[in-house]
């Protein structure tokens, strides 16, 4: 899984509640991506970063912050879960100069 | 709207039968990529097409790609009950490819 691992791999929470997934690879990778998965849209982009403190926007970022204060970690989070932020969430990876994007197994959120 | 439109949705065939799946995109780009997706499970790379290839062949992959159409072809030939999973189309996108866009993915059921 090219060393990527994501942090929960499962989580439900209330409605109102801040929620932070991690993304962590020991890969050295420049970029990082997070993206939500659900039917009938595919994978979104939500967040991505090109380095250290360097995020930039994806299609559907609203209620959604990142941060990335080490090369090896990716943090997502809702600042206050809704419900239609229940998705699979997929982090992804990918080295500066190089075009194939690794990702990790996804976290399964799910907002009550 | 997002970059990648694949196309059918959903497609079942026999084993043995040849599976051709469809993307269209909207900017233009410098490479076209296609990931697969086991079920539960994060993409994984499958073939990479540059905007000036026109065909791309690996084992049983054929990738076309027609840029004045903006649009790309995924023919898995021979097929097995293994290639059952969900096929997703990605482009680089903005200046410095960082943003990898994807389309909505189409769903093979390869039937033994």
């Known amino acids: 899984d090219a060393g990527i691992t994501q942090s929960p791999r499962h989580k439900v929470t209330e409605t109102g509640t801040p929620v932070t997934l991690r993304c962590h690879q020991t890969e050295n990778h420049r970029y990082m991506y997070w993206y939500r998965q659900d039917p009938g849209h595919g994978l979104r982009l939500i967040h991505y970063s090109y380095g250290v403190k360097d995020t930039d926007k994806g299609e559907v970022s609203d209620g959604y912050s990142v941060s990335r204060s080490k090369t090896e970690d990716f943090l997502l989070t809702l600042e206050s879960a809704t419900s239609s932020q229940t998705s699979v969430y997929f982090c992804?990876?990918?080295?500066?100069?190089?075009?194939?994007?690794?990702f990790g197994q996804g976290t399964r959120l799910t907002v009550v | 709207s997002q970059q990648g439109e694949e196309d059918p949705q959903a497609l079942s065939i026999q084993e043995g039968e040849n599976a051709t799946m469809n993307c269209s995109y909207k900017?233009?780009?410098?490479?076209l990529q296609w990931y697969r997706q086991n079920s539960g499970r994060g993409l994984v790379h499958l073939i990479l097409i540059r905007s000036n290839e026109r065909e791309k062949h690996s084992g049983r992959l054929r990738v076309t790609l027609d840029t004045s159409k903006k649009s790309s072809s995924l023919l898995i030939t021979a097929s097995r009950a293994a290639d059952t999973a969900s096929y997703f189309c990605?482009?680089?996108?903005?200046?410095?490819?960082?943003?990898?866009?994807f389309g909505q993915g189409t769903r093979l059921t390869i039937n033994p």
């Open positions: 992804a990876i990918r080295r500066a100069g190089e075009t194939e994007a690794f």
């Open positions: 900017t233009s780009i410098n490479n």
């Open positions: 990605a482009t680089p996108i903005n200046q410095g490819a960082q943003k990898l866009v």
